[in-house]
């Protein structure tokens, strides 16, 4: 179930994201940290908790993925992409993912779920370079990926909106998320440890 396997068609869209940066002089760096400030306001609309703010948050979460990938767009169009760019890009997306989880954690009061989800979210990630840094490549798959992430955050921003009362055994949409993140984001750090394991 993971998204990144149409990166492809998502760069053939991009072309005119990548000349409006152009045009507003943004270097790649610039892009990074434009999406960084957007997932920080993301994770502001979501600790408010208010219908209006989960659909803002939404919104920026989405605009967030999308800027995530217009900067590596723009630096390969511009012939700049460098070890710096990408690893700038790295820890923002972490912080940006923690940002996010916490402000939907701060919103529904979960931070048992919202401690749990945003490790299973950081091993993920914190899987997939360390993989790479021992020389097998750099791993994307597994059963949820940051593409993946990113959509569910930005569709239960939206239904969070219109649904704040518990949906599934006591739980609000939010709570299910943080739950699906802590589950999830630890199986898929597990399933890619075993398999770079079985590589080494």
């Known amino acids: 179930m993971t998204l990144d396997r149409f990166r492809p068609v998502a760069d053939r869209l991009l072309g005119p994201w990548v000349t409006l940066a152009q045009r507003l002089g943004l270097s790649p760096d610039g892009v990074s940290v434009v999406a960084f400030g957007a997932a920080v306001a993301a994770g502001g609309a979501f ?18 993925g999308w800027l995530d990938l217009v900067d590596g767009a723009l630096a390969r169009r511009e012939g700049i992409a460098s070890d710096g760019g990408d690893f700038l890009d790295h820890v923002l997306d972490r912080y940006a993912d923690i940002v996010v989880i916490a402000g939907f954690t701060v919103g529904v009061d979960a931070y048992a779920l919202g401690f749990l989800a945003v490790t299973g979210v950081l091993m993920t990630s914190y899987l997939g370079t360390q993989i790479q840094a ?4 750099r791993e994307y798959g597994g059963l949820v ?9 930005g569709v239960v921003g939206v239904i ?6 518990p949906i599934v055994v006591g739980l609000t949409v939010v709570e299910l998320l943080l739950a699906l993140l ?4 630890h199986l ?7 398999g ?5």
Do not use: C
């Open 47 to 64: 600790a408010v908790a208010e219908p209006t703010f989960y659909v803002a948050g939404a919104i920026l979460v989405f605009l967030n």
């Open 134 to 137: 021992v020389g097998i490549g």
């Open 160 to 165: 969070a909106a219109v649904s704040a009362g």
């Open 188 to 194: 898929t750090a597990l399933q890619r440890f075993r």
């Open 182 to 185: 802590a589950i999830v984001g």
């Open 196 to 200: 770079a394991w079985a590589d080494l």
């Open 145 to 153: 990926g940051r593409a993946d992430r990113l959509a569910l955050m």
